[in-house]
């Protein structure tokens, strides 16, 4: 029998030879994927700063409002550049000015490309996250002044992960887009929106800028459930994944990695970068025991088909192990999910932005 290496071994065997050290920050903009906690201090029920969220977070004895059971990719990543443990979220009223010299996450769980899909949960929309991280260069030029602003902006990575929700809450599962758009004109839409964050962005000194795609949509535990639903075949069927929204999210990446190549090459003093998360999850559903999981298919919480946030809590059973669970809950991975797609975006992408 193979003996397969866990995940954890190779993630701290590998890493400190492969990332750049001229570093200064994280700032990530986008969803839940990469917000530590902003929901919290703003009205809406798309919150998950309640057991049993957070109960591998060693580092914090409560739930911050990570959408996982631990850590998130921003996590894993500023702690591999030793910058700090934990990615913070902007609105976190103890963060200090200093912390925002190595960065924070103004992502909002809910949020995307689209305003419609942040109006709907009442979320933080992009030209928000935006205004906020304006905020958070003038305290930066307050405490360490203009010069020393600029070099950790230059310096900085920017993580933009979003679009998932925009498919999911106006496109899918709520198609209210559908009407107005055909999917490829929706994925256009988003994409020029895409397009005005990243020129802010540069605008303000970003030059590390790495943008992800989407994930296997049609994979996502929800999804799979809702589909068993609409289709009607059968009852206890081993979930599949929607092919039509995995074709939909290839289809999305192709666009944006053309886009991205394209936005390279009219900014030559800038690294714009593409990052896949869609062929990283499609390995853990297809090989599963070289990540250590035992199911890929519904989330550790509860039923594990459409518990998320406020419907994933203290009275929910969990599963016992969620190392061995690639979801979390209905929608979002598990922070082993989530460390191995850091890994993978250290490996592949950071070398890059040298
Ligand atoms: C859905 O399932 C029910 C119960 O099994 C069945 O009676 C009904 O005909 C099905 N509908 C469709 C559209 O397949
Ligand atoms: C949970 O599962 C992981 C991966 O299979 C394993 O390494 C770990 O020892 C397990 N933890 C417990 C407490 O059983």
Same mark, same amino acid.
């Given at each position: *029998? /193979? *003996?397969?290496?866990? /995940? ?16 200064? /920050? ?9 917000? =530590? ?8 029920? +798309? ?22 059971? #631990? ?22 009223? *103890? ?13 909002? =769980? #809910?949020? #995307? ?27 930066? !030029?307050?405490? !360490? ?10 310096? /900085? ?27 490829s004109?929706?994925h256009d839409?988003l994409l020029n929106?895409l397009i005005?964050?990243v ?12 943008i992800?795609g989407l ?20 009852? $206890? !069927? !081993? ?11 290839k289809a999305y990446n192709i666009k944006l990695q053309g886009l991205i190549t394209s936005m390279q090459a009219s ?5 714009i970068l593409y990052?896949d ?28 088909? %459409?518990?998320? =946030? ?6 929910? %059973? ?33 070398? +890059? $932005?040298?």
């Open positions: *029998m /193979a *003996m397969f290496l866990p /995940a954890t071994f190779i993630f701290c065997l590998l890493i400190p030879f492969t990332v750049s050290q001229d570093i200064s /920050a994280i700032f990530a903009f986008g969803d839940s994927t990469i917000d =530590a906690g902003n929901n919290d201090y703003i009205t809406t029920w +798309l919150r998950s700063n309640h057991v049993p969220y957070g109960r591998d977070l060693t580092e914090v004895p409560v739930p911050t409002g990570r959408f996982s059971n #631990g850590k998130l990719i921003t996590d894993f990543l500023v702690s591999a550049l030793g910058l700090k443990s934990l990615l913070p979220a902007y609105l976190d009223p *103890m963060i200090t000015d200093l912390d925002l010299l190595t960065g924070v996450s103004f992502a909002s =769980a #809910g949020s #995307g490309f689209d305003d419609r899909t942040t109006t709907t949960d009442n979320v933080i929309k992009m030209s928000k996250q935006i205004q906020y991280f304006e905020e958070c260069v003038e305290r930066i !030029r307050r405490v !360490r002044g203009a010069v020393e602003a600029i070099r950790v902006v230059n310096d /900085a990575v920017f993580v933009i992960s979003a679009g998932t929700n925009d498919m999911l809450w106006n496109f899918y599962d709520l198609p209210t887009r559908e009407v107005e758009f055909t999917v004109g929706y839409f929106n005005d964050l020129q802010k962005i540069y605008k303000m000194g970003g030059r590390k800028i790495t992800a994930p296997p949509v049609g994979c996502l535990p929800l999804q799979m459930f809702a589909g068993d639903i609409v289709s009607n075949t059968s009852k $206890l !069927r !081993r979930p599949i994944c929607i092919n039509g929204q995995n074709e939909d999210a900014h030559s003093d800038s690294k990052v998360i869609f062929n990283p999850l499609m390995d853990m559903i297809q090989n599963p025991k070289k990540y250590g999981f035992e199911d890929t298919t519904r989330g550790c919480c509860g039923t594990g088909l %459409v518990e998320m =946030a406020a419907m994933c809590n203290s009275l929910s %059973v969990t599963c016992r192990n969620a190392s061995n669970f690639l979801f979390w809950d209905a929608i979002h991975p598990t922070q082993s999910a989530y460390q191995a797609l850091a890994f993978h975006a250290l490996e592949t992408v950071f070398p +890059l $932005l040298e």
